[in-house]
Structures are given as structure tokens and as C-alpha cells.
């Protein structure tokens, strides 16, 4: 490769209208009033959207496949040697929404690969390795619980039979959902390579032998996704160079107290759980603050029984979400989540621990290498929310390329990321794909 | 009256097989598994209940009517003079419960001015005044808001005509309701004597012409109830002396943040209303105790939006309600919930001021020496809790009786008194009744 080629291919950048087109025809599906939209896991709008993808895919003359969890594959090939098993660059997010959800959140991780993959094509570029742009189903877990876990079973964290009976709140289960959208596709959705190349086995239970080809050699998986936070728009940034996610511990805490009319019974017999909630919350908040800035704490389910204005609750209920980015101090925090939560009458039970993840330093680097070169102002940061890239680094080198959303606001019709910013998030997973051999 | 017959007056005591095999059968009547009972004010288990207590009535020969609102009147004349505005003494309360409620609140009441009725038939006893039982009509509010709702639209708190547009949840109204079990009577269900005997007038508008007669005299008012609270029995007393009932004042409050993801935002970059919460939690609670004893505070509503486990709440909502028998100290609380519930993104509502209510010192009075006669253990005291005697003693001179409950849980299947205790409220409404002239 000489030199001039090598500078051709710096100053390759996405089509900022066509990419910018199909955000907003996309966002037309499953469209909410105030510009948001609501298109939840397998609905018939996912179906849309699915198909709309799919069609934009072959009209590259990708190769589309479909796993048995629904995921979409689309490859383009590096050169026409027609096997499946070649190494890839895997690339790409999800296309279903939170109920009232925004229009970047996922989407912009498909439609950027997409774009990318299309200037590869319009621009004849050598590449290294093939290229599969993915739609993860069902990332967001509104439908069906858990959220990421079509990539979660692609990385062995849930069995295949597991996800297929997950079932949404009208007892739909996801197994069927698939079927009803016409998307329970052959292709195995679990990533097992049977060659050396697989960096990790699954950790699944072994599945009984399946018609299923195995999985391509994913030599890294990389996500553009918007922030969903404040950090890089506070700081004006445009590109934020994910190099792991905060871990995570999730707390049931109850507090006993006994229902009791608000009148009769003076304050001294009575046992009221709710000024217990008034210390709880106050030690909880300040041990979270001891532990610096990269500290999270949050109480987002809080609910009193029988939640009657005249009569004293017989029991609070509340979560905690603890988080940072270093396994040490998420284990301090634990125990004093532990110890400020004991006590007569108070029951705390930790439901979930996912610990920090770090992803893999070489394509941390690329992503980093690809901003600089594009001369955009970026930062290294941590992923406070959970991905799909946080399963799939599971079993191959992953990293995340974040850009600023207005007010860090997400799951919500307001979320909004300037034209500026989804351009250059395109341009850095461009530039980054071209930059991992 | 000569001495031997005041001594016999004075020894006379209700039948306790009677009265608690009655207690029984009623709650036979929507029995719930745990001893409780489920009968929802004008479903088909008041129904039952109406008409087991009628044909109780009518064997003893009292002049059963039901007024408008459907509360029940059952007669007994002092003499037969066959006048209806003669002056009557009332005593009462209700049959309807909550819906998973127990089988004394209320009920007591109704079935121990039942037999002291049949006492005094028993024993030929003369008596000054007609008496007149009275079952009311919806004083839980557990199907209809508000509660007391009959009393209210007697003492004219409530215009009929709004009190029959109530609905409850699935949207009937309340005046079809009663049509549809058979209650809508004729009598007038607001006390307008239109004699210079009526001690207030109603508050209510003027009605427009009804056939309905005005409602005899009412002397006096005596409602004996279990305490709903847990006082007497921690005492080891049998009845409580009610002198009134405690002001209460309740609030909507909110906080107002913003709705965020849990991991991306630092803590400083938050709008998080949950540790604003914890604090005036704890200021709410401090403010009481400095007000002393007689002071309540209670926090028996809280919810937070959008509840979900790894959102920060973009509001927390809560009620207050502060209590206490004297105007002044229940004002002083007020502007201090006022003050505390002040600030940038705090919202504080009042929605209701129910000012201390005192009863009529007479017939406070005749309650107290008719348990200093029986020699029964005995304090004065305020509710807690509101009753039906709360409206009556608007328009007219009213007391109440307490007994113990168990733990002074009421509202719940778990609800009990001890015979001895039943046997006690109903012997010294019983001798109230006598005493009153």
C-alpha cells in the first residue's frame, strides 16, 4: 500500500446526507409526537424497521443473515472468496427502543456501520478482514427481560432455550415473537467458532447439536453509540473513547415497620419505617460521595405499603444501584451498602453484580488513533450504562465509540445528538475499521 | 323516679350472649379467611347486612325508615305518641367496612345501640326521649370518596346531590348504587328540623323543595367504636372518654429533578430529588417530635417516576399528614411543614384542613359518669381517627365512646376486640343513653 493510497484512505469520510437520511426514515418507524419513537423488541415496528434495514443492506449486495435470536448479520466481504468462516470485524448496536424512547440510541450504531460499509463499497477500499454489520434484538429488555440478551446469549451469558422463553408482559414469549415477525433465523446465535480463534469458550451450558453453522472469527467488535450521559457534551467534546464500563450492584432493600392508622397512635408506639428511609437515603448518598467522583449511587424504585395517605406503611421498598469503574472500590462500596442497610427490621439482598469491564487495549487504541487522526476533541471515559459491546467483549476484542447527546438525556422522546456529532462518530468507526488488521 | 327504681336503672346491663352472638352473625356476612370481613359500602354484602340489621329492628318493633342517602333510622318512641319530630336521641354508626376490613369498626357501634335498645324494651324502661339507631351509609370511603359521606350530607358538609354523584372505581355512581340494592329511601338525609331546636344550619345550599319531612330534633348523638389505636389497651383501660377529635391538615408534596440514567451522569452533574427526600424526611419527622406527644406526622404515600431500577427519579411524590387535638399547636405545624417543604423544585400542597373538633361537654360528660358507674377503667381522650360523629357534632351535641383493640390495628383482618371489652362500650352507651335527659 503506498503512501498516496494510504492518505486517500485518511481522508475517506461518510456521507454525512445519506447517513443523516436514514436516521430520519428510520425514525419515522414506530415515530411518538414529540420526536421520539416507540418501536419495542420483535413488535411489528421492529419488524419494519428490520426490514428496512435488511433492504438498504441488499441493495449493497450484502450477505444478510439471521440467528436464532433474531439477530441481523450483513456481511461485505474483503475479497470474493466466498467462506463464511473467514475472520470478520463485527460492527453495530440494535434497532428497538425503550417505549417512549429516542431516536439515536442504538440506531446510530447500525446506520453508521451500514455507512460505513457503503463508502468502503462506493470507494473500492481494501480491507483486511470481512465486514458484518449487526442489529442486536431485543437490547433495550423493555419487552422482554433481560435487556442485551440476544447478545448476551451470543457470548454464552444466557443459553439459547433461556432466551427463547423469556416472555413479555402479556406472556408472548420471545421464542414466538420471533417466529410471528418472521425473524427466527438458522444461523447459530451462539458465538462458538470450534477453532483456536475464539479468544474465550461460552460460558453456557453445551447445546445440544444444532443444524447451525458456526459463528465467523470475530477479530473485533466495535459500537457507535450516543453517550447517554453529560460528560462529553459539558466538556465539548465530540468523541469519547469507551475503554470499559462501570461494574454494577443492584440491592433489594426492605424496611419493616407495622401499618398503623396516622391518627390514633402516638409517634413513641408507633413503628414507622419511614423515618428509617430519611437516614437510610442520607448515609447512603454520603458514603457514595466518600468514594470520589467516579462514584454513582441511585434509588430509582422506592414504593410504601399499602401507600395510603392515613395510614402509617407497614414496609418500604427500595433499590440501589451502586457503580464505578474499579472492581476494589465497587467492593468497598458493597460492604457499606451492606452495613448502612443491617438492622432490625431491615432486610437487604444484592440481585445483581456485573463487575467493571475493561475492554480490549488494541481496539481502544484504533478507536483512539481514528479521532485523533480525524482531529476531533475526544477523551477516554467509562460506560455507565450496560451495551451490547459489554457481553460481546466477552468472547472478542471490543471497544465503544461514544458522542455527546443534548443533556445526556436517553430513554426519553427528548434524546438528541447534533448532526456534527453523529457525523463525526460515523467518521471515527470508518476510520477505525480501516485502522484494525 | 323513685330511689329503688334509679338503683335498678343503674344495675341494669346489656345481654353479652345477644349482643356478641349478633357480632358473629354478622360477620358472617362477607367474611373474609382470616376473620375479617369484606363488605364495600352498597355492594350485595351491605345489602345482606342492611337487611339482616332491619329484620333485627323489625322484631323488636322499631319504626325502621332510610333516608336518601340510605342510611338506616330504626325507632324506638319513649312513649306512643306517634309524633316524628319529637326529639330523639341518636346513636349509631355504620355496617360498611373496608375491603380487607375488620368485623368491629362499625359494626359495634350499630349492634350495641341495637341491645341497649332491647334492654330498655326488655326491662319496660321509661326513657325521656324517642331513640333512634342510625347504620350510615358509606363511612369507610373505602368504594365511595369521600368517607363519611352519609353523615357529611346530614350535617351538610356535603349537598345530596354531590354526595349521589360520587362514583366509584368501575364508575357508578353512588346514588344508582343505592337504587340498585333497594336504599334509596325517602327520608331526608340532611338534618333540617326547621325548629328552633336545630343547633346550626347546614352549610350545604339550599335544597330545592323535596317531599322528604324535616328530621326530628337530634339531643343528643353518642357513637361507641372500637379505638383504632392503640392507647387504652397499652393502658389496661376498657374505655375511652372521647372529648373530641384531632385536627388534621394533609399535603402533596414534590420534589422535583431530573429523570437520568443511573451509570453515566456524575453524582454532581445530577438533579437527583431522592437525597432531597431523605432530608426533609428527616426534617418532617424532627419538626413533630418537637411539637410533643399529642403531635403525628405521617408520611403514608411516596412514589417515585418513572420507578424504574437504574433511572435517577425525575420526581418523588409524597403525602404528610400532621395531626393534633389543639387549633394553635396544629397551626404552628403547619407553617413548619410549610417552611421545610420550601425550595428550589419543591412543591407543597394543602388539600385539606380538618380543624380539631371538641364534643359537646354535656355529653361528654354523661359518657364519663356512666363509666365511673359502672366502674370500669376509663380516660378522657381525643380520636385519631375521623367518624361519623365528627359530622353529626356539627348540628348536634355528640359524643363517643372507646373501647381497646388488640395492638390498635383496625383496617385489617387481624382487627379485635375482647369480649369484656364489647360487653363494656355497650353497657356504657347503654347507661349514657339513660342519663342523657
Same mark, same amino acid.
Given at each position: 500500500?503506498?503512501g498516496?493510497y494510504?492518505?486517500?484512505?485518511a481522508?475517506?469520510?461518510?456521507?454525512?446526507t445519506r447517513?443523516?437520511?436514514?436516521m430520519?426514515t428510520?425514525a419515522?418507524?414506530?415515530a411518538?409526537? #414529540?420526536?421520539?419513537?416507540? +418501536?419495542?423488541?420483535?413488535?411489528?415496528?421492529?419488524k419494519?424497521?428490520?426490514?428496512l434495514?435488511? =433492504?438498504?443492506?441488499?441493495? !449493497?449486495?450484502?450477505?444478510?443473515t439471521v440467528?436464532e435470536m433474531?439477530?441481523?448479520?450483513?456481511r461485505?466481504?474483503?475479497r470474493?472468496?466466498?467462506?463464511?468462516?473467514?475472520?470478520?470485524?463485527?460492527t453495530?448496536s440494535?434497532l428497538?427502543s425503550q417505549?417512549?424512547?429516542?431516536?439515536?440510541?442504538g440506531?446510530l450504531g447500525?446506520?453508521?456501520?451500514?455507512e460505513a460499509?457503503e463508502?468502503l463499497?462506493?470507494? #473500492?477500499?481494501?480491507?483486511?478482514y470481512?465486514?458484518e $454489520?449487526?442489529?442486536?434484538?431485543?437490547?433495550?429488555?423493555?419487552?422482554?427481560a433481560?435487556?442485551?440478551i440476544?447478545?448476551?446469549v451470543?457470548?454464552g451469558?444466557?443459553?439459547?432455550?433461556?432466551a427463547?422463553?423469556r416472555?413479555?408482559?402479556?406472556?408472548?414469549? !420471545?421464542?414466538?415473537?420471533?417466529?410471528?415477525?418472521?425473524f427466527?433465523? *438458522? +444461523?447459530?446465535a451462539?458465538?462458538r467458532?470450534d477453532?483456536?480463534?475464539s479468544?474465550?469458550?461460552?460460558?453456557? %451450558?453445551?447445546l445440544p *447439536?444444532s443444524?447451525?453453522?458456526?459463528?465467523?472469527?470475530v477479530?473485533?467488535?466495535?459500537e457507535?453509540?450516543?453517550?447517554? /450521559?453529560p460528560?462529553?457534551e459539558?466538556?465539548?467534546?465530540?468523541?469519547?473513547i469507551?475503554?470499559?464500563v462501570?461494574?454494577?450492584?443492584w440491592y433489594d432493600?426492605? $424496611?419493616?415497620?407495622k401499618e398503623?392508622h396516622?391518627?390514633p397512635?402516638?409517634?413513641?408506639? +408507633?413503628n414507622?419505617?419511614v423515618?428509617v428511609?430519611g437516614?437510610? $437515603?442520607?448515609r447512603?448518598?454520603?458514603m457514595?460521595a466518600g468514594?470520589?467522583?467516579d462514584?454513582?449511587?441511585?434509588i430509582?424504585?422506592?414504593?410504601?405499603q399499602?401507600g395510603?395517605?392515613?395510614?402509617v406503611p407497614?414496609?418500604?421498598q427500595?433499590s440501589?444501584d451502586?457503580r464505578?469503574? !474499579?472492581?476494589?472500590?465497587?467492593?468497598?462500596m458493597?460492604?457499606?451498602?451492606?452495613?448502612?442497610?443491617?438492622?432490625?427490621?431491615?432486610?437487604?439482598t444484592?440481585?445483581?453484580?456485573s463487575?467493571?469491564v475493561?475492554?480490549?487495549a488494541?481496539?481502544v487504541?484504533?478507536?483512539?488513533?481514528?479521532?485523533?487522526?480525524?482531529n476531533?476533541?475526544?477523551r =477516554?471515559?467509562?460506560?455507565?450504562?450496560?451495551h451490547?459491546a459489554?457481553y460481546?467483549?466477552r468472547?472478542? %476484542?471490543?471497544?465503544?465509540?461514544?458522542?455527546?447527546?443534548?443533556?445526556g438525556? *436517553?430513554h426519553?422522546?427528548?434524546?438528541?445528538a447534533?448532526d456534527?456529532?453523529?457525523i463525526? /462518530?460515523?467518521n471515527v468507526?470508518?476510520?477505525?475499521l480501516?485502522?484494525?488488521?
Amino acid at each position: 500500500m503506498g503512501g498516496a493510497y494510504r492518505e486517500f484512505i485518511a481522508m475517506i469520510t461518510v456521507n454525512a446526507t445519506r447517513l443523516l437520511g436514514r436516521m430520519q426514515t428510520m425514525a419515522e418507524i414506530g415515530a411518538l409526537p #414529540n420526536g421520539g419513537v416507540r +418501536r419495542l423488541a420483535l413488535t411489528d415496528e421492529d419488524k419494519l424497521a428490520r426490514e428496512l434495514f435488511i =433492504r438498504w443492506c441488499r441493495e !449493497l449486495n450484502l450477505e444478510v443473515t439471521v440467528d436464532e435470536m433474531g439477530s441481523i448479520f450483513a456481511r461485505k466481504r474483503a475479497r470474493p472468496r466466498g467462506d463464511s468462516l473467514q475472520p470478520v470485524l463485527l460492527t453495530g448496536s440494535h434497532l428497538d427502543s425503550q417505549p417512549s424512547g429516542g431516536r439515536f440510541d442504538g440506531v446510530l450504531g447500525v446506520l453508521a456501520a451500514l455507512e460505513a460499509v457503503e463508502v468502503l463499497i462506493e470507494n #473500492n477500499i481494501n480491507h483486511a478482514y470481512d465486514i458484518e $454489520i449487526v442489529s442486536w434484538t431485543n437490547e433495550e429488555g423493555a419487552r422482554f427481560a433481560p435487556a442485551m440478551i440476544a447478545s448476551g446469549v451470543f457470548a454464552g451469558a444466557f443459553t439459547l432455550e433461556y432466551a427463547l422463553d423469556r416472555t413479555d408482559a402479556s406472556g408472548t414469549r !420471545l421464542g414466538d415473537a420471533l417466529k410471528c415477525i418472521g425473524f427466527a433465523g *438458522s +444461523r447459530s446465535a451462539v458465538y462458538r467458532t470450534d477453532s483456536p480463534e475464539s479468544p474465550e469458550s461460552p460460558e453456557s %451450558p453445551s447445546l445440544p *447439536s444444532s443444524p447451525s453453522l458456526p459463528s465467523s472469527p470475530v477479530k473485533a467488535y466495535i459500537e457507535l453509540h450516543i453517550e447517554q /450521559g453529560p460528560i462529553l457534551e459539558q466538556a465539548g467534546e465530540s468523541i469519547g473513547i469507551v475503554g470499559g464500563v462501570q461494574g454494577i450492584r443492584w440491592y433489594d432493600v426492605t $424496611i419493616h415497620g407495622k401499618e398503623t392508622h396516622a391518627g390514633p397512635s402516638p409517634m413513641a408506639m +408507633r413503628n414507622d419505617p419511614v423515618p428509617v428511609l430519611g437516614a437510610l $437515603i442520607s448515609r447512603l448518598y454520603t458514603m457514595a460521595a466518600g468514594f470520589g467522583d467516579d462514584a454513582r449511587i441511585t434509588i430509582g424504585e422506592l414504593s410504601v405499603q399499602p401507600g395510603s395517605r392515613n395510614t402509617v406503611p407497614g414496609t418500604v421498598q427500595f433499590s440501589v444501584d451502586i457503580r464505578h469503574p !474499579l472492581a476494589d472500590t465497587l467492593q468497598a462500596m458493597h460492604e457499606q451498602v451492606l452495613e448502612i442497610c443491617a438492622g432490625d427490621g431491615i432486610g437487604c439482598t444484592e440481585i445483581w453484580h456485573s463487575p467493571p469491564v475493561h475492554f480490549d487495549a488494541g481496539c481502544v487504541d484504533a478507536v483512539e488513533a481514528a479521532a485523533r487522526q480525524l482531529n476531533y476533541a475526544h477523551r =477516554r471515559m467509562v460506560s455507565g450504562a450496560g451495551h451490547d459491546a459489554v457481553y460481546v467483549s466477552r468472547v472478542a %476484542p471490543t471497544a465503544m465509540i461514544f458522542i455527546p447527546c443534548r443533556d445526556g438525556i *436517553s430513554h426519553n422522546e427528548a434524546e438528541f445528538a447534533r448532526d456534527e456529532h453523529v457525523i463525526a /462518530g460515523a467518521n471515527v468507526l470508518l476510520a477505525t475499521l480501516l485502522k484494525l488488521k
